[in-house]
Nanobody, 128 residues
Framework: QVHMAESGGGLVQAGDSLRLSCTLS????????MAWFRQAPGKEREFVAS????????YYANAVKGRFTISRDNAKSELYLQMNNLKPDDTAIYYC?????????????????????WGQGTQVTVSS
């Protein structure tokens, strides 16, 4: 059974950095297109970033472009989200998501329904 789990969330101040990690078990991580989503209180879950299977291409939401970096280590079955210059608006529960059936080398979808496997989420709180 495939299982995904995030870690690394916490409470930080505006301008600080944080690194989230996500580990997949039960299946070959390198087969999965991966993404990060987030959900703030009272808001819809939104796309943050995605990365293709070999890690070569990455994509970002406009709100985080230039501040966040998504990466992966297929040998360790881990996905990362390096978040720099955090803002209070970044406060949310962050979820990693993946799917093994998405197209190879195409830009991954930004819709949550496209991803079949999800972690439980990790809370990130940014104080002003």
């Amino acid at each position: 059974q495939v299982h995904m789990a995030e870690s690394g969330g916490g409470l930080v101040q505006a301008g600080d950095s944080l690194r989230l990690s996500c580990t997949l078990s039960g299946h070959t991580f390198g087969n999965y297109v991966m993404a990060w989503f987030r959900q703030a209180p009272g808001k819809e879950r939104e796309f943050v970033a995605s990365i293709i299977r070999n890690g070569r291409d990455t994509y970002y939401a406009n709100a985080v472009k230039g501040r966040f970096t998504i990466s992966r280590d297929n040998a360790k079955s881990e996905l990362y989200l390096q978040m720099n210059n955090l803002k209070p608006d970044d406060t949310a529960i962050y979820y990693c998501a993946g799917d093994p059936a998405l197209a190879f080398f195409a830009e991954p979808p930004m819709t949550r329904d496209a991803y079949s496997v999800w972690g439980q989420g990790t809370q990130v709180t940014v104080s002003s």
